[in-house]
């Protein structure tokens, strides 16, 4: 057991932020005690050995005005080298890099300059996302906009660091308890954006016309013809219907695949299929019978609007009965109005916190985490699984085969090396379409250095 001591302001952010890195990362249960003036952090073990954190973030806001302001962004930021040792290591969102060790009176203490606990918060909150008010043309946060981005920490697990820099603090002074055990795990999904590619001549010549125009290959069209034929007159699979192959390939490795259906109905805004088509149904029947996972993945429309997404849930709950987790389609997040509507409509995990054009760590971690309202400033019962890496944005980055390979191998390494939970997504769409067979190829061989 150890003491936290710390203000008495800001007590809902603090409570969170302590409750996520010390009891659910670390699994060490602390005692709170609230003084009305302190512009610090101590942290008390059993000996009476401590850690003391300065605070500069929260000490220097007043809390009628609260923190959601672009002045309180953090805007020097101590981006050390990751090669460096210690406290120089780490990337300091708030505070510095002032570090000290001495003995008082048989008490043994470390002093820092640096705000862990501040800079943490901001990584996992997301709050810069809800004061930085920019779009894409998709309505999502742009990864370039980022606090991560502009000071190239995007591809670091930063409060991952931190976790080990406190615990090698903790244990240096002694504590005397166990750190909660954790294995890496790979978490393997699939966005069903798109079910079919050939169950209507329009989709036939949308993919002709794709050919000579985004291919430009002509001679794609005669293959394309062909399998239109087969698909339409002799059953065979639509390309698209790739389902018991992914499930084939993660039985092969003992895994579960994800699979996040969109509960779209003809006619409306994302329905590239239709929920309600018997072939979807029976497509999410098999899915269960063989023991994999069915999710939500709401439409474009849902992610700011309640009412449409409570609709789609109670469609694709309709299809599969429990359905806990998923993640938006486009990945877009409006915070903290996303979370709290997966929440009140009782999922207990969402996955859409990924970056839109590469791969990394937008929330600084590669551990699931429960979410907190910025607005309500309460945390909720939704745990997020950020999403790490995904081939779409992994093919425009790396688009040689064996580079793309690679690197995604080089970042389930970086989730490995902290035991964390590798969420990864590959599309059904992407596997049997000639802008992804090379990659696909590589498929299996990912799998199987990414699962073990």
């Not at 020097?76 to 300091?92: A, F, Q, R, Y």
């Not at 929920?275 to 269960?288: A, M, R």
């Not at 109005?337 to 859409?352: E, M, P, V």
Request: hydrophobic share 35%; glycine share 6%; charged share 25%.
């Amino acid at each position: 057991m150890i003491t936290i001591k710390t203000s008495d302001r800001f007590k809902p952010e603090k409570e969170y932020i302590f409750d996520v890195i010390f009891t659910e990362f670390l699994g060490i249960e602390f005692v709170l005690k609230y003084e009305t003036v302190a512009d610090k952090y101590e942290v008390i073990l059993s000996n009476l050995n401590s850690i003391t954190f300065q605070d500069h973030f929260f000490s220097n806001i007043r809390e009628e005005n609260g923190y959601l302001h672009a002045s309180h962004l953090p805007f020097n930021i101590d981006c050390s080298n990751e090669n460096d040792s210690g406290i120089n290591k780490l990337v300091m969102i708030f505070g510095n890099n002032y570090y000290k060790e001495e003995r008082i009176e048989g008490r043994a203490m470390v002093i820092c300059g640096f705000d862990l606990f501040a800079s943490a918060f901001f990584m996992l909150t997301r709050w810069e996302e809800h004061v930085i008010t920019d779009k894409d043309k998709y309505g999502r946060f742009p990864n370039n906009k980022s606090i991560a981005y502009k000071h190239n920490f995007y591809s670091r697990p930063v409060v991952n660091e931190y976790v080990e820099f406190l615990w090698d603090i903790l244990s240096k002074l002694g504590y005397s308890g166990t750190r909660l055990k954790r294995k890496y795990s790979l978490f393997l999904t699939h966005d069903v954006d798109q079910f079919y590619r050939y169950n209507n001549f329009f989709k036939y010549i949308r993919a002709s016309v794709g050919d000579i125009i985004l291919r430009h290959n002509p001679g794609l069209i005669l293959r394309t013809t062909k399998d239109y034929i087969a698909v339409k007159l002799y059953n065979q699979l639509d390309n698209y219907d790739t389902f018991n192959l992914l499930m084939d390939i993660s039985d092969e490795f003992d895994i579960k695949s994800h699979f996040y259906f969109i509960p779209a109905h003809k006619g409306e805004v994302d329905a590239e299929y239709d929920i309600y088509d018997n072939k979807v149904g029976e497509v999410i029947n098999k899915i269960l019978e063989r023991g994999h996972i069915v999710g939500l993945h709401g439409s474009i429309r849902s992610n700011f609007n309640s009412d449409f997404f409570q609709e789609e849930a109670a469609r694709l709950r309709s299809k599969a009965l429990i359905i806990n987790e998923g993640r938006q389609h486009y990945l877009r997040f409006e915070n903290p109005y996303t979370w709290q509507t997966w929440n009140d409509n009782g999922f207990a995990c969402d996955s859409t916190l990924g970056i839109e054009d590469d791969m990394g760590f937008r929330c600084g971690t590669c551990y699931e985490y429960t979410v907190f309202n910025i607005l309500t400033r309460k945390k909720l019962k939704l745990k997020e699984f950020p999403l790490i890496a995904f081939e779409g944005t992994l093919k425009i980055k790396y688009p040689d085969p064996q580079e793309f390979y690679n690197h995604c191998i080089k970042i389930s390494q970086e989730v490995r090396r902290y035991n964390g939970t590798f969420v990864f997504l590959w599309h059904n769409n992407n596997i049997n379409h000639p802008d992804w067979e090379m990659y696909f190829q590589l498929y299996r061989d990912i799998i199987k250095h990414i699962s073990s």
